[in-house]
């Protein structure tokens, strides 16, 4: 069964931490994603890549940025958590753009209040 | 530009009783439309996808959606409802022509199912 494994369920961080997430793909998908959800906002873009080493900005970058140096994790770094980041993050990865739409596959989240 | 609107922050429903969550999109051009279905704390699940096929697309758990061009509208149905059928469900729409055809889909706010006994 394909996966996107998140390291954390829930994480707690203190502000002004850096805090990363990890989310890792065994799917050999060349796109990774990372959104932000918040109660009725749905679902926001941070970052994307879709290639090793390559990402592009989303919707809302603005206190993130992103790593990717193997295909299959991409990291998401927040370089000094605030509280305003306290939100349910999710990771999701696809097949390249063009080939085909099978729409996302996603991991389960990571839960991340900023204290 | 792509947008998505969801009517309906949330749905209430009787178990057995018809589903019907309202999804409706701007597009410049023909679109790719999905539906995903979020468990409580999980992670999205796709649960169908129209990409230019058969108008009406049907899907996991008993679900699916028709493709109304005329009316820019991909409405998610199922003829009864369940009670795990609780969950939170999101719209999506993909134009293939968004930042330099990167075909990166814009999700709708999403909307709360409940379904009573």
């Known amino acids: 069964d394909v996966k996107v494994t998140q390291s954390s369920r829930y994480l707690v961080k203190r502000t002004g931490e850096k805090v990363f997430l990890e989310c890792v793909q065994d799917m050999d998908h060349e796109n990774m994603f990372w959104y932000r959800q918040d109660p009725g906002l749905g679902l926001r873009l941070i970052y994307f890549s879709y290639d090793v080493k390559m990402k592009e900005k989303g919707d809302i970058p603005e206190g993130y940025s992103v790593s990717r140096e193997k295909k299959e994790r991409f990291s998401l770094i927040l370089e000094s958590a605030s509280t305003n980041q306290t939100s349910m993050y999710l990771c999701?990865?696809?097949?390249?753009f063009g080939t085909g739409v099978d729409g996302y596959t996603f991991g389960s989240g990571t839960r991340l209040t900023v204290v | 530009a792509q947008s998505v609107t969801q009517l309906g922050s949330h749905v209430s429903v009787s178990e057995g009783a018809l589903v019907l969550l309202r999804c409706n999109y701007s597009?410049?051009?023909?679109?790719?439309l999905f539906w995903y279905v979020q468990y409580p704390n999980q992670g999205l699940q796709l649960l169908l996808k129209?990409?230019?096929?058969?108008?009406l697309v049907k899907g996991i758990n008993g679900f699916e959606a028709e493709f109304k061009k005329s009316e820019t509208s991909f409405h998610l149905t199922k003829p009864s409802a369940h009670m795990s059928d609780a969950a939170e469900y999101f719209c999506a729409v993909s134009d293939r022509s968004s930042a330099g055809g990167s075909y990166i889909p814009t999700f709708g706010r999403g909307t709360s199912l409940i379904v009573h006994p």
């Open positions: 999701a990865s696809s097949l390249p």
């Open positions: 597009s410049s051009v023909p679109p790719y």
């Open positions: 129209y990409t230019s096929a058969a108008t």
